[in-house]
């Protein structure tokens, strides 16, 4: 039986799978992220069981090298998570099965499994907006995803601060002028004192959280014009915010530019937790076809 292998690589855990060729998971597994030596150690160990695996798709935390002619492509860049900087993760996986790998961020893999199972029609466009412990977006237009010298860093992009937050900001390089520095799901628990689901629906948390994803979707629809806006992670679970961000975009956008109804264009993720690790083999799926 041919099967497709998922390597789904976050902070906290990498989760590894592999599916049939009707895209039936077989196995599923989760490693805490370690070090990279020690993680793609386990990662490795859990592929060695399956001989069958035609292609794997890798969708990893950032910032990574995306650039097939840089000579640090497939390594993670310089991140504050020990042990990975620098680290070559898709030199590992083809020095372990010379297999055809698709490498790519995990915000971009929870993006294509969005696209794939019918969020958008194939020549439209969508953002992908991943809010947990860190902010990153994954966007496709018309198929492809979105890349040029790197991937996008939109987690970073610079916010102006709501009048009721005095918080510091958690992002190390730019404090409380990102997006991530003030959004992300370990900013919100510094600044409140506890985790984005134990806060009340009615703490003013969620205003201000959903002014900064408000202006995010302002500043997508002026640059990229998508057809959707897709709210993943662990921040947008609670079902209080996406209202609160429709009411704010509303506001700021101020019937600027005609957009889809509200309810259509500013939306929750469809395939939840499964999404990242669907991307990985959708992603496989398309790099075994491209070769064939």
Not at 21 to 41: A, L, N
Not at 261 to 266: N, T
Request: proline share 5%; with cysteine.
């Amino acid at each position: 039986m041919a099967l497709l292998g998922a390597i789904e690589g976050g902070g906290t855990k990498f989760v590894v799978a592999v599916c049939d060729e009707d895209m039936k998971i077989v196995d599923r597994q989760s490693i805490p992220t370690e070090d990279g030596q020690k993680t793609m150690d386990a990662v490795i160990a859990y592929f060695d069981q399956y001989e069958d695996i035609k292609a794997i798709g890798i969708a990893m935390f950032g910032p990574i090298d995306i650039n097939p002619e840089s000579r640090t492509y497939g390594r993670v860049l310089d991140t504050p998570k020990r042990g990975w900087s620098g680290y070559d993760v898709l030199g590992r996986m083809k020095a372990w099965r010379d297999l055809p790998y698709f490498w790519t961020t995990d915000v971009n893999g929870a993006a294509w499994a969005e696209y794939k199972t019918g969020a958008i029609e194939p020549d439209h466009s969508l953002v992908y907006l991943t809010v947990g412990t860190g902010v990153g977006a994954g966007i496709i237009n018309r198929g492809e995803l979105l890349s040029g010298y790197g991937h996008p860093e939109a987690g970073h992009l610079m916010m102006q601060k709501h009048p009721k937050d005095t918080y510091k900001g958690h992002c190390p390089f730019h404090q409380d002028r990102c997006l991530e520095g003030l959004a992300a799901g370990p900013a919100m628990a510094e600044r409140w004192g506890k985790t984005a689901k134990d806060l009340s629906d009615d703490d003013i948390a969620w205003e201000i959280e959903a002014d900064y994803l408000a202006q995010a979707a302002v500043d997508f629809t002026v640059t990229l014009r998508p057809d959707k806006i897709i709210f993943g992670g662990g921040v947008p679970h609670r079902e209080i915010l996406l209202p609160l961000v429709r009411k704010a975009f509303s506001e700021k956008f101020s019937n600027y530019l005609a957009t889809p109804d509200l309810d259509d264009y500013i939306v929750p993720v469809s395939t939840g937790d499964n999404a990242g690790i669907l991307g990985c083999f959708y992603l496989a799926q398309s790099k075994l076809e491209k070769i064939s």
